[in-house]
Structure formats: C-alpha cells, structure tokens
C-alpha cells in the first residue's frame, strides 16, 4: 500500500480564498486524493474553490478550528490524518517525512523550520507555550502549536476534545502524551501566509492558560496543591503588616502574626507538594512510555 493510500489531508478553514486552492493543488501533486475540507462558513468562497479543486467539503456546525478537526476526523477512514493549515504557510510535501515515521509514533509534528514568516511576538508566544507543555507534560517538544501534524486515526477518532478555537493543537498532544503515546518531530517549511491571518494576539494568552488547565486535567492532584499554594500571598502580605506595624511602632499582632504564619506555612508546603505531583505526574508518563515501548518490542 502506498504513502498515498494511507493518509487523508484534513484542512480546516475560514476565508483562505487565496491560500486552499495552492494547497489543494500542491497535495495533489504529490499524488494524495484524500483531501478533506472542513470549512468555517467561509463568506469569500473558500469553500467553492476547494470543490473545484477536487476536495471533499464539510461544513461544520459551531466556530473555531477545534470544532472544525474534531468534524473532520469523523471522516477519515484511513489509517493516518495529516491536519494542514490551508493559507500556504506548510508545505504538504514534508508530510513523507512525516508518514515515514508514524510507525514509530502516534503524532508526529512539522516543526516550523524557517521562522522568519512568524511575528517576533508570535515566536516568543510559541517559544513560552511550549516551554510550558514540556514541562508540565514531561516532553521535549520544539513546536507543540504547529498547524501542520500527522496523527495516527484511530487515536484520535471520537475523541472529544475539550479545548476551543486554536488550542486544539495542544489539547491533542496534551491528551496524546497523558495516555503515553509517542509525539515525534521532523523540521518543514514555513512560508508567507497567504490572505489575513485569524491569530490574534490575545489567543496566545489562551492557548497558555488552556495548556495550564489541560495540565490540571491529566493531573488533579496538581490543581489541588496549585490552589493552595494561593495562599503564600495572603500569607506573606499579613507577615509582612505585622513586622511593618512592629517596627514602626513596636505594636505585635499577636492574631495576625499567627494566622499569617499558618498562610504561609499552608502555601508553601502546598507549593511543593505541587512540584512534586507534577514530577511524579512526568515520571508516571515516561513509565508507561517504557512499558508501552517494551510491548511493542514483545
């Protein structure tokens, strides 16, 4: 069976008029004939271009590109899905590299090799985002936000992600790392966009805060320490009116002093205690990552 057999291209959009039908066209060259499009309701005739081109059409119900791939992998019958931007950022040939690698993997990334067509804020952005899912999800990850990534089906078919708009691509890996499957990487292209783009600056915040709650999904335990350790800030604010009033007119809060010394007390131990939730949480995943690679080799 080959490469082209194997994979469907699954491009969701909204308004990409200038970019789908290069992308469309650039796949076919390629020799894939699965290509999925999931679109937004698009007003510029996004979605006419796509027909045209020879690409399945689904309009999705709702807003945000989550909703649009968690409709679109209810049609993938093939064993991989390639998720593909569709404003000529990626370049769909670098899905062989990728599909030669999912024999191995479970989610392989296209890391976005030339960032020179990401904004500076944009980078720095993706550089804090995946810093943070690293180490609360115990990977090594370059590029966890990448528009561009093949999955392995029936991993992620029916799954019901709960994240919205563009956290979807961490909601995946984040789900995909908490049941130790395996994330690779290989690096791609990256070009100028084509039409304007959706991202606003502000999403970038929530995709981080998004990734912090996933975290507190796979990890409970987390949140519950996380909250307590809430409670350093009351706690050093009280200790520190105590120690200002005493010094300025040598009056001791006897009260305050000691509940603002159990705050503390409270939040720093729960603050630890949360440290070490999150790092037994990340060796749980590299257990089951040993466990699951050693079945593999049985």
Do not use: C
Request: glycine fraction near 8%.
């Amino acid at each position: 069976m080959g490469l082209e057999e194997v994979v469907t291209f699954l491009i969701p959009t909204l308004n990409e008029r200038d970019g789908i039908g290069l992308v469309i066209d650039e796949i076919k060259s390629l020799g894939f004939d699965k290509i999925i499009v999931v679109d937004g309701n698009s007003t510029d005739g996004t979605a006419e271009i796509a027909k045209e081109k020879g690409a399945t059409v689904i309009y999705q119900q709702g807003k945000g590109k989550a909703l649009a791939i968690m409709t679109g992998l209810k049609h993938v019958d093939t064993p991989y899905v390639a998720v593909i931007d569709g404003d000529y950022t990626y370049n769909p040939a670098d899905v062989i590299k990728a599909l030669k690698m999912m024999e191995d993997y479970d989610e392989v990334i296209v890391v976005r090799g030339n960032r020179k067509n990401i904004p500076l804020l944009n980078r720095f952005g993706n550089w804090v985002i995946t810093k943070m899912f690293n180490l609360l999800f115990g990977t090594r990850l370059k590029d966890v936000l990448s528009g561009f990534y093949v999955l392995r089906t029936n991993e992620v078919k029916g799954v019901n992600f709960e994240a919205k708009g563009f956290s979807i691509e961490v909601a995946i890996s984040a789900y995909l790392a908490s049941q130790s499957k395996r994330i690779g990487e290989v690096i791609g292209d990256y070009r100028a966009r084509k039409g304007e783009s959706k991202l606003k600056k502000i999403q970038g915040l929530k995709i981080l805060f998004d990734t912090i709650l996933l975290a507190t999904k796979y990890n409970p335990v987390f949140l519950i320490f996380v909250v307590g350790s809430a409670l350093l800030l009351p706690g050093i604010a009280t200790l520190s009116y105590v120690a200002l009033d005493y010094l300025a007119y040598h009056i001791f809060h006897f009260v305050l002093a000691f509940i603002g010394f159990s705050l503390f007390n409270v939040g720093l131990i729960s603050l630890l205690l949360s440290v070490l939730a999150l790092y037994l949480k990340r060796m749980e995943y590299r257990l089951n990552e040993k466990i699951e690679g050693l079945k593999r080799d049985v």
